[in-house]
């Protein structure tokens, strides 16, 4: 939907999507390439214009987003750069390595979460974003672990790799 809204809104003319390699505090992650597979599947009806990069994959250890765009960016100087997160993560900032920096190498675009502090009012009036479900990543694997059905909530391209994978399921 992010993604979708982003492109249509004219905000960006494409969407990149970077899954994190190693993520940096430690979360436990499906395999790299599955998550990109999903990804590619998730977005293939947005066309050309969404692209899976691998980046992250290319560097050994923890994934870092200030590493990330510094590599973009010296990869591709034609490009300007926006930055998409939750409202949420704003409130996390102080845990990112070198939040600051990374706010003078990249526009962030917030988007705004139901139930999370922060998303009500609008962070930015003149620029509004709509206000996305109240649904966490972390809810739709633990949902999957329960065997429930989570089809309203994942693209059907997703949803057909974590089936064929047998990813996210308890036991």
């Given at each position: 939907?992010?993604?979708?809204?982003?492109?249509?809104?004219?905000?960006?003319?494409?969407?990149?999507?970077?899954?994190?390699?190693?993520?940096?505090?430690?979360?436990?992650?499906?395999?790299?390439?599955?998550?990109?597979?999903?990804?590619?599947?998730?977005?293939?009806?947005?066309?050309?214009?969404?692209?899976?990069?691998?980046?992250?994959?290319?560097?050994?250890?923890?994934?870092?987003?200030?590493?990330?765009?510094?590599?973009?960016?010296a990869r591709h100087p034609e490009h300007t750069w926006l930055l998409v997160v939750g409202t949420d993560i704003l409130g996390e900032r102080t845990k990112w390595k070198e939040w600051d920096r990374l706010q003078t190498l990249?526009?962030?675009?917030?988007?705004?979460?139901?139930?999370?502090?922060?998303?009500?009012?609008?962070?930015?009036?003149?620029?509004?974003?709509?206000?996305?479900?109240?649904?966490?990543?972390?809810?739709?694997?633990?949902?999957?672990?329960?065997?429930?059905?989570?089809?309203?909530?994942?693209?059907?391209?997703?949803?057909?790799?974590?089936?064929?994978?047998?990813?996210?399921?308890?036991?």
């Open positions: 939907m992010v993604a979708a809204w982003i492109l249509e809104s004219g905000r960006a003319d494409e969407v990149w999507l970077v899954p994190a390699a190693h993520h940096a505090f430690g979360k436990a992650l499906a395999p790299f390439d599955a998550r990109v597979e999903m990804l590619r599947a998730a977005f293939a009806p947005l066309g050309a214009r969404v692209r899976v990069s691998e980046i992250e994959n290319e560097r050994e250890g923890v994934s870092y987003t200030i590493d990330t765009v510094e590599t973009l960016r990249v526009t962030l675009l917030p988007v705004r979460r139901a139930g999370v502090n922060g998303s009500e009012p609008d962070p930015d009036p003149a620029h509004p974003t709509p206000l996305f479900p109240d649904i966490s990543s972390t809810q739709i694997r633990e949902r999957i672990a329960r065997g429930e059905d989570v089809s309203g909530l994942v693209p059907a391209g997703a949803l057909s790799v974590v089936a064929a994978r047998k990813l996210y399921r308890s036991g």
